[in-house]
């Protein structure tokens, strides 16, 4: 029995899928450094702790480099890392005063970024200046504002920081991925319970997220693990934190948690876990770093190694769908592009 050429080409043809799925859109979300360009923020430079009065630190951010410094009166201030001399990084200098002095020939910057003294007595060119970034110092944290002026402030968490026990950490390792990333697990709801297996009391509160222009925030009732009850308020602004404060049991918590942006590409997570100062305050923190390292934890692998998208969503994400419309065309800037690179 002889088999037609046609009969053999079709043993041999490779196969085709019934349906082939279409292609995955590429990322509509412009990257961290797309254009030259990054998301207008707060973002976490280092632990307050890092910085003692006196000293100087050197941080990459951004696509370059800043330094972090504490004049003697204890204020921090954080600048463009390269002197305009000849570009030495100012980290390697010294505090002298409240001023900022290059190791390479001594020329001194000021907390305006002004060069107010060269070594030798050269009056200071009126061209050698620093970039000065809008900085603040909140909850053990050094912050900076990717921008000329802050577009929004950092959260109120109902508490004077005088009455809160604190725990300030820094993740031992950065993640790979853009802070948005991270801040994007908040309005992720499917996530706190796949991930964090938070178990809401309610419906998913799609309809009941307060958005603004630079952020949204949404209350969860919900049962922690280890049936813990919880009544929070979560929320965002921007792309570079997000918190929650509210009731753990019987007692009143918040958290903060920030992402740094080292380099395109990358974060490196920082954040407080506070309680309210009183009896119980060292347990009750205690208790708030176990779960705030167990619940970096769960997500740390994800956010490690995740290629994120705006991909193939459900009306189960209709709040991160939204959040991450807000990624996309949130305000980007790079004013201090001439300074730290
Ligand atoms: S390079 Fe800084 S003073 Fe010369
Ligand atoms: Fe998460």
């Known amino acids: 029995m002889h088999t037609t050429l046609s009969e053999r080409d079709a043993a041999v043809a ?17 990257a ?3 254009d030259g360009l990054f998301r207008q923020s707060w973002y976490p430079l280092c632990l307050s702790s890092e910085v003692a009065a006196g000293q100087v630190l050197g941080c990459d951010f951004l696509d370059g480099r800043v330094v972090v410094f504490r004049g003697d009166d204890g204020v921090a201030h954080v600048t463009s890392a390269y002197c305009p001399h000849l570009g030495a990084d100012l980290s390697v200098g010294r505090v002298v005063g409240k ?3 290059c190791a390479f020939h001594h020329w001194e910057y000021d907390a305006s970024g002004a060069c107010v003294q060269t070594g030798v007595g050269d009056p200071p060119p009126p061209a050698a200046c620093l970039f000065v970034f809008p900085s603040q110092e909140r909850w053990g944290i050094v912050w900076a504002f990717n921008g000329e002026t802050p577009l929004f402030e950092l959260p109120d968490l109902g508490h004077r920081e005088d009455e809160l026990e604190i725990w300030s950490y820094k993740y031992p390792r950065p993640f790979h991925s853009d ?3 991270f801040a994007a697990n908040t ?3 499917q996530h706190l319970k796949a991930v964090h297996r938070v178990k809401f009391e309610h419906d998913d509160p799609h309809d009941a997220v307060i958005w603004d222009r630079w952020g949204l925030k949404f209350n969860i009732k919900a049962m922690h693990q280890g049936g813990v009850p919880i009544d929070w308020d979560v929320g965002l602004r921007g792309t570079g934190f997000f918190w929650r404060a509210g009731s753990y049991g019987e007692f009143w918590c918040a958290a903060i948690t920030g992402f740094g942006l080292p380099r395109p590409g990358m974060h490196q997570v920082f954040g407080a876990a506070m309680v309210l100062k009183g009896e119980h305050s060292k347990e009750r923190l ?12 769960e997500d740390a692998d994800i956010l490690d190694t995740i290629h994120y998208r705006q991909g193939t969503l459900t009306a189960a994400d209709r709040t ?3 959040y991450l419309t807000m990624v996309r065309e949130f305000p980007r800037a790079h004013p201090s592009a001439p300074f730290i690179r």
């Open 179 to 181: 802070p948005w990333v």
């Open 14 to 30: 490779p196969r085709q899928p019934a349906a082939r799925p279409a292609a995955p859109r590429r990322s509509p979300i412009p």
């Open 286 to 297: 205690a208790q708030m770093r176990k779960i705030t390292e167990r619940t970096i934890g």
């Open 32 to 34: 961290e450094g797309e």
């Open 187 to 189: 309005p992720d709801m």
């Open 99 to 101: 001023r900022l002095q």
């Open 320 to 322: 991160l769908a939204r």
